[in-house]
């Protein structure tokens, strides 16, 4: 997927916060990452620029998105690729 941008954040947030504050955008899309960054004031409103840009990426948020199956035992011997059960390569080399 193509990475996006974060949209419909602006403003300030007044807050005693410096982390956690709570995301007020536009829902999020599963596997999507997603680039960001945020501009910081002081306590006295003087503007301390922009952060780094950086990015997350979203896990599988919503049931339907988990395509998956199973991976299991093997069921019967016949279900083995024959290579896997030949003769030639069941030696056990002996160990010295």
């Not at 997927?1 to 949209?7: A, G, L, N, W």
């Not at 997603?34 to 896990?59: A, L, P």
């Not at 069921?75 to 030639?88: F, I």
Request: proline residues 5%; neutral net charge; charged residues 25%.
């Amino acid at each position: 997927m193509k990475p996006m941008p974060i949209h419909g954040i602006a403003g300030k947030v007044y807050s005693e916060q410096s982390q956690h504050i709570p995301y007020g955008g536009k829902e999020l899309i599963s596997s999507q990452k997603y680039y960001w960054k945020v501009r910081i004031w002081d306590q006295n409103g003087n503007d301390c620029g922009f952060s780094k840009t950086t990015y997350f990426e979203m896990n599988l948020i919503r049931e339907e998105d988990w395509r998956a199956e199973w991976i299991s035992a093997v069921k019967s011997v016949d279900s083995v690729h024959p290579a896997l059960t030949s003769q030639k390569n069941t030696h056990v080399p002996e160990v010295q």
